[in-house]
C-alpha cells in the first residue's frame, strides 16, 4: 500500500512563520490540542458577583462550549474566569454569561495569553 506524502501547513503571524510536517487530521478523529488556533483569556469580573451562583452560571455556560479552564471566587470580591479555547467560544461563553448575569456585572477585566493546554475541563475551583 502506497502513502502519499505527509502534507506541511504554515501558520503566519506578522513576521512569524510556522511550519510542520505533522499528518493531517482524519475526519473522524477526535480533535486535536492545536496552540496555534487557541488561546488563554483571564477574565475578572467585579461587582454584586459573589454569592449570586455566577460560578455555577459560567460552568453550565462554559459546558456548552469548546472551552476549557476554571472559574472562582477570589477574596477581593470579585470572580476570576480562566479559560483556553478558540476566540469564537470564548466571546460566546462570555456573552452568555453577561446575558444572564449582567445585572450584577459592574466591570470586566481581560487578558489574553497564549493557552498552555493545562486543563482537561471546565470546573468551579474552591
Known sequence: MKHDPVPSWEYRSGDNVVTTDSPAIEADAPPRYDPLRVQRRTYLFTGHVQGVGFRYTAQEIASRHAVTGFVRN???RR??????GAEGEMDAV???????????IRKIDQTTGPATGEFNDFHVRH
Open 94 to 104: 462570555v456573552e452568555a454569561l453577561q446575558q444572564q448575569m449582567g445585572q450584577f
Open 79 to 84: 470572580v476570576e474566569l480562566v479559560m483556553e
Open 74 to 76: 477570589l477574596p477581593d
